[in-house]
């Protein structure tokens, strides 16, 4: 295997029930689902899954804790 045989793309909207079970069998959290700005994508080797890539924009909902650091 080599790196540039590696494809990253985005999850399309038909593929997420596929992305959510795979991470309720693998993830030690299971499938959390899409809270505010969350991009999901999957890396592919011969056009098969083997990856799962989740990027969340958390820091949006720290309000609570931004006040109390100051």
Not at 12 to 25: D, G, H, T
Not at 55 to 66: E, I, N, Q, T
Request: a negative charge; one cysteine or more; aromatic letters at 12%.
């Amino acid at each position: 295997m080599h790196l540039q045989e590696i494809i990253v793309c985005p999850v399309y909207s038909s593929e997420e029930p596929i992305f959510q079970e795979l991470m309720q069998a693998h993830h030690y959290l299971g499938a959390l689902p899409k809270i505010g700005n969350t991009l999901w994508y999957v890396a592919t080797y011969q056009n098969n899954w083997q990856a799962l890539l989740v990027f969340s924009a958390a820091a949006l909902k720290c309000g609570v804790r931004d006040h109390w650091i100051g």
